[in-house]
């Protein structure tokens, strides 16, 4: 078959499939665009199955997907964290810190935005030290408080983003007060350290100049990431397959 026809081939077999299957977003998904508490819209669902696997508008993740497979297939282009993670090794931090800058943002760029380091941080907690998790979780507190002691300011960024008059509510600040207190604040610091300076559009880095610290920080269940009962296992699981109905 020419490429061509292929591609056509493939088309076909993923409209039949759309027809055959009613897919529903999570209220999450639209929520904003439309009020939550309005009826779903209505949709044709006669002589079709809800669908309750794969979505078929994706690319197939493997059967026992790892954490590089999340990247190569669901997370959105991660040259945000791959610069993180090779910077923070060139300044010297440990191999977990470095993962910490690998993972950071995995939540904002393949599962969900608001409050990502928490999001984050759960995802991969039952597979990371202690440390590890820490980190990520509180970059997203701390990116927002000045530390003159390891040269870290108020990223200009943010003022960009979200204006002059942006303060932290008070639940970042109550946050913020307890990670200062905390064994690991340095790790989580050294993060945001790392995060500020590591947006370049012209430098690259592949996935598996990390592979060795992968395997020696990230404890990839056998089963694959989303099937190995861990307590995070259901987000692996709903990041693979996003529209299932259950
Ligand atoms: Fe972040
Ligand atoms: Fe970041």
């Known amino acids: 078959m020419t490429m061509l026809a292929q591609?056509?081939?493939?088309?076909?077999?993923?409209?039949?499939?759309?027809?055959?299957?009613?897919?529903?977003?999570?209220?999450?998904?639209?929520?904003?665009?439309?009020d939550p508490r309005a009826p779903p819209p209505p949709q044709d669902t006669r002589g079709k199955l809800h669908l309750m696997g794969h979505d078929p508008r994706l690319p197939r993740m493997p059967d026992?997907?790892?954490?590089?497979?999340?990247f190569k297939y669901r997370f959105g282009p991660a040259i945000h964290?791959?610069?993180?993670?090779?910077?923070?090794?060139?300044?010297?931090?440990?191999?977990?810190i470095v993962l910490a800058c690998?993972?950071?943002?995995?939540?904002?760029?393949?599962?969900?935005?608001?409050?990502?380091?928490?999001?984050?941080?759960?995802?991969?907690?039952?597979?990371?030290?202690?440390?590890?998790?820490?980190a990520i979780r509180y970059h997203q507190v701390l990116r927002f408080y000045p530390d003159t002691?390891?040269?870290?300011?108020y990223p200009d960024s943010y003022l960009r983003l979200f204006g002059n008059d942006f303060k932290p509510p008070p639940y970042l600040q109550r946050a913020y007060e307890d990670a200062r207190q905390h064994k690991y604040y340095m790790s989580a610091r050294l993060l945001t350290?790392?995060?500020?300076?590591?947006?370049?559009?012209?430098v690259h880095v592949e996935l598996e100049e990390f592979t060795d610290i992968v395997g020696r920080?990230?404890?990839?269940?056998?089963?694959?990431?989303?099937f190995d009962q861990s307590p995070s296992a259901h987000?692996?699981?709903?990041?693979?397959?996003?529209?299932?109905?259950?």
Do not use: C
Request: proline share 4%; hydrophobic share 40%; aromatic share 12%.
């Open 149 to 153: 002691s390891v040269g870290y300011t």
């Open 102 to 134: 690998l993972l950071h943002d995995i939540a904002s760029s393949g599962f969900i935005r608001a409050d990502h380091g928490y999001w984050a941080a759960q995802l991969v907690e039952p597979y990371v030290d202690e440390e590890v998790t820490f």
């Open 7 to 34: 591609a056509e081939a493939a088309d076909h077999a993923l409209s039949e499939a759309m027809d055959r299957l009613v897919i529903v977003k999570s209220a999450i998904y639209t929520s904003g665009e439309r």
């Open 81 to 96: 964290m791959l610069q993180s993670a090779r910077l923070a090794q060139k300044n010297g931090v440990s191999e977990k």
């Open 217 to 226: 920080h990230f404890r990839q269940p056998e089963e694959g990431l989303g």
């Open 64 to 70: 026992r997907p790892t954490l590089f497979d999340f």
């Open 193 to 202: 350290v790392n995060d500020l300076y590591a947006f370049n559009p012209d």
């Open 235 to 246: 987000m692996w699981r709903t990041i693979n397959w996003p529209t299932r109905y259950l």
